[in-house]
């Protein structure tokens, strides 16, 4: 009885934070939307819209919150969820070169590398042990540096990672705290705006329907078609 209040105390208990999966699809479609109108905005309306700017700054970190949630249910490193993330998310992020590269260049590597780079993190740091944490450290450093949205990217998916295995409020605020930092990329905190979004959707059973592809699907699909568009004009 005295270990386990003892225990109780040094780790107290937490609510679960609880999206349910049509919600979380719903954000996922939200982020899909706002990329499009965001690239559709920058390839080949000259950034005429400072609107859908603002609104695509919510894309990162809403993509990166959907992926993490599922990277942290319980039992998903044991059920091969990490390796087979990576394995879609480095199959079609290539993909997408040809067409990103066309747009923007080569560097940096676009966000599904970003996204990546992180279920690596997060594989290397719940496996744990020392070399694996020395090879987070420098995953994070080195890849960071050619990835999109950078070392700030990766933090705010990981921030979202660690508080969606144990909401408490200072994981919170370190969470909003490297979403704030893609301030530092892209001149505004628009971003923060996710948070809301996500608590809403917390709150609410949506009935929209998993499409497990359709994402990494219409991430090179969109890119090639506009590119094509601007080909035209």
Known sequence: MLTGSASTRAHPPTHPFVVADGSLEALKWLG?????????????????????????????????????????????????VHRRTMGRLLAFGALAMPAGVSLVGWWPLNILWTLLVATGLVQLIERGGRLRTLAAVSVFI????????????????????????????????????AIASLGLVNGNLASLACLP???????VALPVRRHRWVFYAFYP????????AGQLG
């Open 142 to 177: 080195l890849a960071g540096a050619l990835v999109e949205f950078w070392w700030f990217g990766l933090l705010s998916c990981l921030g979202a990672w660690a508080f969606c295995r144990r909401p408490t409020l200072t994981r919170l605020g370190v969470w909003a705290a």
């Open 32 to 80: 899909l939307v706002l990329m499009t109108l965001d690239h559709v905005n920058k390839f080949l309306l000259d950034q005429r819209f400072a609107l859908f700017f603002d609104l695509g700054r919510l894309v990162m970190p809403l993509f990166g919150f959907v992926l993490m949630y599922n990277l942290a249910r319980p039992g998903g490193g044991s059920a091969g």
């Open 221 to 228: 699909a969109h890119l090639s078609l506009i590119w094509w």
């Open 197 to 203: 979004l996500i608590w809403a959707a917390s709150r």
